[in-house]
Nanobody, 124 residues
Framework: QVQLVESGGGLVQAGGSLRLSCIASGRTFTSYVMGWFRQAPGKEREFVATIIWGGSRLYYADSVKGRFTISRDNAKNTVYLQMNSLKPEDTAVYYC?????????????????WGQGTQVTVSS
């Protein structure tokens, strides 16, 4: 079992930046693939970014490439999502997720553990 707690969401103007954090507790943090997803009202949860094991492999949704950066600090059991050049369409609840396998890492069904989510609102 692993517990995930996100923080760092808020209200920001278009073009601004936010950094989300997700602290994990429970089993060995380095055993997990860590991902970020988001869900806007009336839409399905969508993949944002994922980081594999020690951080050597990173994957991003096309919509956030070049603007968002995922990273992890295994010593702090924390994964981050740095979001720059934010757009109104980035508005959503952002969820941290953990997976024990590196298959299906861009699908929500590939992740067994989820945080409670943190709201990000980007105003135009």
């Amino acid at each position: 079992q692993v517990q995930l707690v996100e923080s760092g969401g808020g209200l920001v103007q278009a073009g601004g930046s936010l950094r989300l954090s997700c602290i994990a507790s429970g089993r060995t943090f380095t055993s997990y693939v860590m991902g970020w997803f988001r869900q806007a009202p009336g839409k399905e949860r969508e993949f944002v970014a994922t980081i594999i094991w020690g951080g050597s492999r990173l994957y991003y949704a096309d919509s956030v490439k070049g603007r968002f950066t995922i990273s992890r600090d295994n010593a702090k059991n924390t994964v981050y999502l740095q979001m720059n050049s934010l757009k109104p369409e980035d508005t959503a609840v952002y969820y941290c997720a953990a997976a024990t396998s590196s298959t299906m890492i861009t699908k929500a069904s590939g992740y067994a553990y989820w945080g409670q989510g943190t709201q990000v609102t980007v105003s135009s």
